[in-house]
């Protein structure tokens, strides 16, 4: 009967901060020791972490500890950067400060565990430290006999909002903005409050507050009409240690700046973003700099006026520099009006053929930022071989935590096995050993500034992600940014517990949902890492021919005898030989090609048969019979926890995965037919195809 | 170097009214006899006549007649009612004044050419007259010795606007409504009297002036917010002879009457409705009445209340008795929620199914308005069964002038020819000699009310329908309202000649290009009367599986070995057997049934052989090949006539043409390709297929 009860709202608005009161017991006397808390600092950030601790230990305790200057010889939580706090600064030596970075964290119990001290080299630092403990008071674990230092992995760990000022959001799945409502920002800053608490608690120190396309209105966020605005977001997010930063319009010179030109290389221009980004940083003295997309999907950008990116990236960076600002430029640039009918031009070589040759030539305060895969976040793609390609140049990664392709919220598809595998894909960049999370976090190539992105997947939805358990996205992806070692299996049980607390039966159970949710997706959607059949534009449900004969350069070519795109260097698009060494045999080889990208690189007969001994025919009637089934499970095994949980919650999640096993039933039942029709292919198990 | 001159503003504004000055010669001599018009009425329709005729005279001739209210023993142009005027009481006996019924009219010209007399029983007989005489005179026939009577053969002759009140156009492919904008009506009266003149001189005199989609602010017109604005209209073409009607919104009892039930038996709905009549009555006394879209594609309706279409429809028609008011009331029922994989629901079966069986239920001024066939406007459907199906009820059919399956305007489509297909389509209603146009012209079953409605392709661009030659599909419907015996070719002609002049080659090209237009966009489109495959929603470009899984009960069901739909008795949904003798024999054979349909009736392989001789798979590819080839034709006919009309109407159809042409190949490649991956059976002529 021991650990920590349930106590939640039913409407999962506070996430997994709710910080369950635990029961009497073992654990409950060992946590209702440090009912003080001692603090010698004022500043900002340090004032967010007292308070969070003391709103959260209130919480799990019941009772809100006694905040005061010094607490020598009492039970207490000592908090304070080195130097400040005679406790702090009496627990950690040396070697424990020199270990700690500007944003990481120490913490220590006593020997007699009358005293945690949490230390750190700022504010930041502390206030990680907090949430730390907090993490291990609400996932039940011991606090005594704490010895450990933390520093975050990748320097920037960063949030893209693709929120539009009219209050909608791109792609978002979880109801409006928070940020933004008929042009204006929001009346409800608590909302943005409660968020930067979400994102810092989780590691987050960086956001970007609006979409990458940027229209009429977001333009003028530059502007004296909306920089007080935005320098409000900025406090807010200052006090969790978050850097805010702006997507800008590539064109803005000539939308808000009356110039009659952008070009990068125009000394008026240049001029111009001097002075842009001195009324910038006179608004906001920390500002984080610039996300752009900048000649791609119809957006403008250097390209107008026949420069290259390494010239538009530049051209910002050194009106930032003084600031210490940087530039994030995005390197989703294709051609989108392709012609469906020619097969020589391969979307997927795009980023690498941008951008590949302008290494060497980007400023050292420019970061690229390069999606996961070659195409756009579907469920299965081949990392990027931009990752790692340029030696000399800033990288980041990003990542879709919203689920554009991955069932908008509506299915369940945790997502962190997926980037899992991303970051510790082996690249070959420098010989064995240049796995993506190495190039990310500059450490292959000691780069200045790298790192995370990733879109956010909230929205103005009590639970902010529509889908109760796609919290565990946000949380996790931040997790990994801190640190791209935690496993995914780890990450999703701290979030369960937090969230709804530590029956066993229940974590069990929702982390097994968690964990086989991608699979479950992958095997009823797209098959064989072909991607993108689904519907045009929402991207929401099965559409095998809705990008076939489009001009975004997404063709599965599925005819009566086979299907896929040939992207071998022999005679294909010659993507395959983007990838070094291993990688490009690997691929290049239909015998050695991993079965789940099969379609990505080849285009084979039906019959072809895969290493799992199934032909791909059969493999796909197969995996979508056991996908739709499989999301029945889903929901057989979340209506096992009826009563384990808030009722409220589980409602919520109950109805999400009831639509997610009837539309899998759609999926499984078009993408079947489909290749049915088109192949004349029976099911060796004789199942109904319509 | 007689006819006419050419005399155009060059954007197409003035239509078939423009009224080209006619060059000096031995017809400028004969018409130029008539300076003078003699009337003695007041009434608001003569006085519309009166200066409509002045207005085209003048135009025509470079003179403004003089308007008198005698003119005997000079030339003259004597025009009135029976009765009014000594010429016209003079000029016409018995015999014709019984012949002339209450819209129609008669010309005459004296012995001597000295004086044209038209009479008519009604203002509005007198101004069809008095646009007949324009339309002789502007298409360059000769007026002397007339001696003439004509009566419209359909009593309604209605425009359907499926304009919303924001502005919008439901299917508009013209720009955005006239008749509104921002929730109210629109400040450009002038605008709408100008689009009266043209549906007047084409013969139209009934339209309703809302969307019969009807949402919130459009509930609204049958309010006293918005009753006054609706009489403005009412004014307007009341002068033209054109009754007004409102689209309703079924629920209005509970959205703007307070009740809170629609349920057509209720005494209180019925009361309501009631009340709601004497209302619109009080305010526009001649108001024609209510056009209704019940229970179909998620409108409200009967169904609700487990009341049926008669009892809906009846007890509308019961409030509007006391006033002659009459109930038009859709047949577009069917199942819009249709599971693809259910092969036994079949949408074509809808309408006769859901409509047959309550014959003679209907009270005797409600009109059901039944389109021209079974699905929805494609380019090629079989007649609908339903039209002639209930003798003991009062019909009329639907046809859309606006192209929304048939090019949307950027397309060249004259839809004339598929409309007299139609009305000659022999229905063995009632034996031999029951085709469609003697259903709805009353005359099989003598109904008391019957007639033409068509959904208007206007909007505010400056040539009203987008396509300056879509004009003719607007022009042709109306005179084909007022006479279905008119030839396709005859009506194209009159409004070439009333639009460009009398340019003898160019009056033989665009002649040429508006009767093979229809035949061109059929062979690049969906083959074989099949339909549907085009991009959802917006229904533009081709999109072979657009609606194969949808949920709309449009299918194809194509695969590896053939295409088609088994509509037949024997084997498929039984549609077939909704027609009568002759007909049903010829749909329900494969043998008998007419290529053009046999994929809306037949599922075949697609190495069956057409009465043409070529295989389905090889027509597919022919007709796209060539349609293709005759789109680009089609523009190089119109560019000879460079020069030889003015260049801003030549340049706006140039460029339509071009983007046609264009998109003419995009339709071709898609449907080839798809079919040819499908199918594997390669071009006979070994074209190029993707």
């Known amino acids: 009967m021991g650990g920590t009860t349930l106590h939640q709202s039913g409407d999962g608005y506070q996430a997994w901060l709710g910080f369950h009161r635990i029961a009497p017991g073992e654990l409950y006397d060992q946590y209702a020791v440090y009912n003080r808390i001692t603090v010698t ?144 920002i929001t009346g409800d800053l608590e909302r943005v409050r409660d968020y930067a608490r979400l994102l810092a608690s989780s590691g987050i120190n960086a956001i970007s507050i609006n979409n990458v396309n940027v229209h009429k209105y977001e333009s003028m966020l530059l502007t004296q009409e909306y920089l007080p605005d935005v320098a409000k977001f900025a406090a807010i997010f200052r006090s969790y240690g978050i850097k805010l930063f702006l997507s800008i319009n590539y064109a ?79 390197c989703f640039v294709y051609n989108c009006k392709q012609d469906w009918r020619d097969r020589t031009t391969d979307r997927a070589r795009a980023a690498y053929d941008h951008f590949k040759l302008l290494d060497g030539r980007f400023m050292d305060n420019v970061i690229l930022q390069v999606k ?76 200045r500034f790298s790192g995370f992105a990733a879109v956010s997947n909230i929205g103005n939805d009590a ?43 229940l974590v069990r159970t929702i982390l097994g949902m968690l964990m086989e949710s991608w699979s479950i997706y992958e095997s009823y959607t797209a098959p064989l890492g072909v991607g993108w059949m689904v519907n045009p534009d929402h991207h929401y449900g099965p559409n095998v021919d809705g990008y076939e004969y489009s001009k975004w350069g997404t063709y599965h070519f599925a005819d009566c005898y086979g299907i896929g795109v040939d992207r071998t260097q022999a005679s294909g698009t010659g993507y395959a030989a983007q990838y070094r060494g291993a ?67 589980h409602k919520q999640v109950a109805s999400r995965l009831a639509e997610q096993a009837e539309h899998a039933k759609e999926w499984r039942d078009m993408i079947n037919t489909y290749f049915y029709r088109k192949s004349g292919i029976a099911d060796q198990l004789g199942r109904k195809i319509y």
């Open 41 to 184: 600092e004022k500043d900002d950030i340090v004032r967010t972490a007292i308070s969070e601790l003391s709103r959260g230990i209130a919480s799990i305790l019941g009772n809100e500890p006694e905040v005061a200057e010094s607490g020598v010889g009492v039970p207490c939580i000592a908090i304070g950067t080195f130097g400040s706090n005679p406790i702090v600064d009496r627990t950690f030596g040396n070697d424990t400060r020199s270990a700690v970075g500007p944003e990481g964290f120490a913490i220590k119990s006593d020997k007699d565990n009358r005293c945690i001290a949490i230390g750190a080299s700022s504010g930041s630092g502390i206030l990680y430290g907090v949430f730390h403990l907090l993490r291990l008071m609400s996932t039940g674990a011991t606090i005594d006999k704490l010895d450990l230092v933390e520093n975050p992995v990748n320097m920037l760990r960063m949030i893209n909002q693709w929120d539009n000022i009219d209050g909608s959001i791109e792609r978002g799945y979880a109801g409006k903005s928070i940020f933004y409502a008929n042009n204006r």
């Open 252 to 330: 803005s010179p000539l939308e808000i700046g009356g110039l009659s030109t952008a070009d990068p290389l125009d000394p008026a221009v240049r001029e111009w973003w001097r002075g842009k980004a001195a009324e910038v940083y006179a608004a906001i003295p920390d500002f984080g700099g610039f996300l752009v997309k900048a000649d791609s999907e119809n957006r403008p950008g250097p390209f107008t006026y026949d420069r290259d990116h390494a010239d538009g990236s530049n051209m910002l960076a050194e009106a930032l520099k003084p600031y210490g600002g940087i530039v994030i430029w995005r």
């Open 372 to 447: 996961n895969g070659p195409m756009d976040f579907q469920v299965r793609e081949p990392v990027s071989p931009l990752i790692g390609a340029m030696e000399a140049t800033n990288q980041m990664i990003e990542f879709q935590i919203t689920q554009e392709y991955t069932g908008q919220q509506r299915h369940l598809c945790y997502l962190i096995p997926q980037w899992k595998e991303v970051l510790d894909f082996e690249t070959y960049a420098k010989g064995e050993g240049s796995s993506i999370k190495r190039i990310v976090d500059g450490s292959l190539y000691g780069n």
């Open 463 to 505: 639970n902010w992600t529509g889908h109760l358990l796609a919290q565990a996205n946000l949380y996790g992806y931040g997790r990994l940014a801190w640190n791209p070692e935690l496993a995914a299996e780890g990450i999703a049980e701290e979030w369960i517990r937090q969230t709804f607390g530590g029956n066993e039966k």
């Open 583 to 649: 990688n490009y045999d690997r691929y290049e080889s239909v015998e050695s090609c991993p079965d789940e990208l099969l379609l990505f690189f080849h285009h084979v007969p039906y019959a072809h048969v895969l290493h799992s001994g199934k032909t791909v025919i059969q493999h796909i009637y197969d995996t979508h019979f056991e996908g739709a089934e499989r999301a029945e499970q889903l929901k057989a095994k979340w209506d096992s926890l009826t009563g384990s949980m808030d009722e409220g919650l």
